[in-house]
Structure formats: C-alpha cells, structure tokens
C-alpha cells in the first residue's frame, strides 16, 4: 500500500494527496452504517404504525391505501439502502455523513472530484464489498496499492485524507516569495522567460512545500532544462537549493520589472 496519491501537474508539478486509510474509512463506514440502521428503524416504526391502523375502523375502511403504504415503505427501505451512499457522495462532493466527520473524501485517479458516473459504478459493486462483513472490501485494499476496495478499481476512484499533512521533514523553510500565473512584457524580456515557463515556474514555486525534496529534484530540472539551455548551461550540474535560488532570483526579477513598470505606466500624464 501507499500513503501518497501521486499526481503530475502540464506544468510538470508532482502533487500528493495523502490516501485515506483502512482505519478512518472503517470508522466512516462504522458511522454510515448506524445512520443507515437509524433510518430502517424509522422506516420500521412506519411500518408497525400502519400495522395498527390495519385493526382500526379507519384501517378496514381502507386495505387498498393499507396495502399501498406498506408496498412504499418497502420501496423506500430498498432505495435508503442503494441510495444512502451514492446520493450523499454525489450531493457532498464525495462524501457521506460518515466520511465528513472522518475528513475524507472520494476522489477520481490522477485528479478532480468523482463524478456521477464513477460513483454509480464504485456504489454498484458496493454488496460484493460487502461481503463477509466487508472483509472483501477490507482485502482488497489491503492488497492494492491505492488502498482501493474493487468499486474503487472499476469506477477508478481513491479515497483521500483531508487532514492537514506535516511536510517540515521532507522540505526546507525558504523564504516565502510572491507569485503570479501571468508576467507582463517587461517582465518577460527582463527575465528572458517564456509566458508558459514563468507560469511553470510560478506554479512549481507556490506548491514545492507540497513536494519531497526526491520529488523537487526530479520535477525542476525538467523545468528549467530549457532556460538553462539558452543560457548556455545544463541544469543537471546545478544542485537543487541552486536551481531554487536561481528560480526565486527570476520570479522576484519579474515581480520586480512588472511593478516598475506599472508605476511608470501611472506616472504618465
């Protein structure tokens, strides 16, 4: 198993989104599971009370609406069961009651929200999951690598954490650097960056705490192999802490340039 769902960004960017794991989605489905029974007690109640209206004047006046009502609350009993899960995931941006109270979340593979179709399909095959107590479900994630139960296979769908994750270990505390998607043309001609290479760049900035220091170092060379390259230089010589140094001296060049030459664009009469 693994704790990490990786995904690689157009702009070369690796994000990890921690995976929820076999404890907390218990927990969710131990909740899920007590609404779900709060509901068929609920149900059952109705039932019993139009089983007492049966031996009432009111009840023999009418055994057809009798009937009619037991027949709905068997209805509704079947769809509380199918629909509990699928509804609420698909209301709740992939979460039930049970998931929100754990903070997690169904997610689709390589990125961006479930949507109806793959919840259908992970709902479907939810009774093969369950199977022996879910042990089928329980199995499975154990066994696959995305910590995924067999609707998660068919729908390609992951269950990730929401919980705030700790990266002080796994990068350093840089000073923090503004940033922008776009730079202006001063801005461009006085860093020599492409439009789409300072967005790859801004973007790489903002979101390297979110990166291993493995992952940095293959992700940044990447970006910066072509701007190196006109230079004249080869970004596999630099160290990772150079090459990051040189990206902050770009996007504070170009913060810079930009602001310089909005202020003379002001001063203008």
């Not at 599971?33 to 007690?41: E, I, P, V, Y």
């Not at 009937?67 to 699928?86: D, E, M, P, R, S």
């Not at 994750?165 to 503004?178: L, T």
């Amino acid at each position: 198993m693994e704790d990490m769902d990786v995904i690689e960004t157009p702009e070369y960017v690796e994000l990890r989104r921690p995976l929820a794991g076999i404890g907390s989605r218990f927990i969710a489905g131990l909740i899920d599971h007590a609404l779900l029974l709060l509901g068929f007690l609920v149900l059952l109640l109705l039932l019993m009370l139009v089983g007492m209206l049966s031996f009432s004047n009111v009840g023999r006046a009418t055994p057809s609406l009798r009937w009619w009502a037991i027949a709905v609350l068997i209805v509704a009993a079947f769809v509380l069961y199918w629909g509990y899960f699928g509804v609420f995931e698909l209301l709740m941006n992939g979460q039930t009651p049970g998931k929100r109270r754990m903070r997690i979340r169904v997610a689709r593979e390589g990125g961006g929200a479930a949507g109806a179709s793959e919840i259908a399909i992970r709902n479907l095959l939810r009774p093969v999951d369950a199977l022996a107590a879910y042990g089928v479900a329980g199995i499975c994630m154990f066994l696959t690598r995305r910590v995924q139960r067999l609707g998660d296979l068919a729908a390609g769908t992951v269950v990730v954490s929401e919980q705030v994750a700790d990266y002080s270990a796994k990068s350093d505390k840089r000073r923090k650097v503004e940033w922008q998607d776009e730079a202006d043309a001063h801005a461009l001609r006085a860093t020599g960056l492409r439009p789409e290479e300072h967005r790859a760049l801004s973007s790489y900035w903002a979101r390297r705490t979110e990166l291993t220091v493995d992952a940095r170092e293959r992700i940044l060379p990447r970006i910066m192999a072509p701007i190196l390259e006109r230079a004249g230089d080869d970004p596999e010589s630099r160290s990772l802490d150079v090459l990051e140094e040189y990206v902050e001296a770009l996007l504070r060049k170009a913060i810079s340039e930009g602001a310089t030459a909005e202020h003379a664009a002001e001063d203008k009469p």
